[in-house]
């Protein structure tokens, strides 16, 4: 069979390859999630880092604050303890929760999210990243909080180290919770109120001692994801702990954690897509 050059055939005939349609060119494969995250959230903790540690010192401040005016209310045992724990945790909701509600909120109204949807990032990798770098903030305020609360209030110091534990565990509910009310709210000012509230919510029923509380709100607060991380953290400084129920309470919030990052990650995907 003889093969007539391309110069022979008639003006306008193509050959097989010049009539076949071009191909697409072939996409990349997409990232992964472990990766893509460790991106994000070094990303997250560079830019915010400027900007948000000045509220760092806030919220730490906040909370020895609160402490010192409680001191002349209360004197010592469970009630210390509950309030130690609960201002250390509030450290937590108010970068975790609060600013990260705000962050979101503002990211969707300038549609920030449009430029993380151009990106091939899983949309868990980036609610992920930004909840893990906000909550990273909060690790030294948590241990200033927590140390000044001991020596405040005479508590023993020997078993801080549950906060490796509970900031992470806690930090994960709340950034979770956080993360979702600034992309469900419809507008920025709405997410920052919200966030107000979350942070509102756990001062009042975190730090108050449970006992002096009516029973309507001891059932708010059992609602409430960081009431479980400032349980267990208070039950250590019993004289001899309850491990049992700091590990139930750590659970619950791990748990929490879980289901709240995952609703925040089908608010991304709703909000990303609009």
């Known amino acids: 069979?003889?093969?007539?050059?391309?110069?022979?055939?008639?003006?306008?005939?193509?050959?097989?390859?010049?009539?076949?349609?071009?191909?697409?060119?072939?996409?990349?494969?997409?990232?992964?999630?472990w990766p893509s995250l460790a991106a994000v959230y070094r990303a997250q903790l560079s830019r915010a880092r400027v900007a948000r540690i000045p509220l760092l010192f806030v919220a730490t401040?906040?909370?020895?604050?609160?402490?010192?005016?409680?001191?002349?209310?209360?004197d010592g045992g469970g009630e210390a303890r509950a309030v130690v724990a609960g201002s250390s945790v509030l450290v937590v909701a108010f970068v975790a929760?609060?600013?990260?509600?705000?962050?979101?909120?503002?990211?969707?109204?300038?549609?920030?999210?449009d430029h993380y949807a151009t990106l091939p990032v899983p949309p868990a990798a980036v609610v992920l990243g930004a909840a893990g770098a906000y909550a990273s903030f909060t690790v030294p305020g948590?241990?200033?909080?927590?140390?000044?609360?001991?020596?405040?209030?005479?508590?023993?110091?020997?078993?801080?180290?549950?906060?490796?534990?509970?900031?992470?565990?806690?930090?994960?509910a709340l950034a979770g919770l956080g993360a979702a009310l600034g992309l469900l709210a419809p507008r920025p000012e709405l997410a920052t109120l919200?966030?107000?509230?979350?942070?509102?919510?756990?001062?009042l029923l975190g730090v108050l001692p449970p006992e002096r509380m009516p029973?309507?709100?001891?059932?708010?607060?059992?609602?409430?994801?960081?009431?479980?991380?400032?349980?267990?953290?208070?039950?250590?400084?019993?004289?001899?702990?309850?491990w049992?129920?700091?590990l139930a309470d750590l659970a619950v919030c791990g748990v929490v954690g879980v289901i709240s990052?995952?609703?925040?990650?089908?608010?991304?995907?709703?909000?990303?897509?609009?």
Do not use: K
């Open 61 to 74: 401040f906040q909370s020895v604050g609160i402490m010192i005016l409680m001191r002349g209310v209360v």
């Open 215 to 242: 029973e309507i709100v001891r059932l708010a607060r059992d609602l409430l994801p960081s009431t479980y991380g400032v349980e267990a953290f208070a039950r250590t400084f019993a004289p001899h702990p309850d």
């Open 97 to 113: 929760l609060n600013l990260l509600a705000q962050y979101f909120g503002q990211l969707r109204a300038s549609g920030g999210l």
């Open 142 to 172: 948590t241990v200033v909080t927590a140390v000044f609360g001991c020596v405040l209030y005479g508590l023993p110091l020997a078993h801080l180290w549950i906060l490796a534990a509970v900031i992470p565990l806690a930090g994960a």
């Open 194 to 203: 919200l966030g107000q509230l979350g942070m509102s919510a756990a001062l």
């Open 244 to 246: 049992a129920h700091v």
């Open 1 to 33: 069979m003889s093969v007539v050059p391309a110069g022979a055939l008639p003006a306008g005939v193509l050959t097989a390859e010049e009539a076949a349609p071009p191909r697409p060119a072939a996409l990349g494969p997409r990232a992964r999630l």
């Open 261 to 274: 990052l995952a609703v925040a990650t089908w608010a991304y995907r709703r909000a990303a897509v609009r």
